[in-house]
């Protein structure tokens, strides 16, 4: 495995946060290290706009993303 900086997260731990910040939601993330791609399905979202899911989604990994550990998350969100 290559050197990483320990400031690059896991897709697994992004995934991780998402998932206890969305209770039951079905999670896919792919990325790099700094930049990922998360694909949320929750019931949660039902009856929402797309800024309130999205927002959702942003507010489990907030933490990274102020202290830049998460430096950018595309987010699609689908409500089963």
Known sequence: ????????METEKV???IEAGIPGAIVEVTGDGRHFDAKVTSEAFAGKSLIQQHRMVKDAVKAEIASDELHALS???VTP
């Open 1 to 8: 495995m290559p050197d990483r900086d320990d400031t690059e």
């Open 15 to 17: 995934k991780s946060l």
């Open 75 to 77: 987010i699609k969100t």
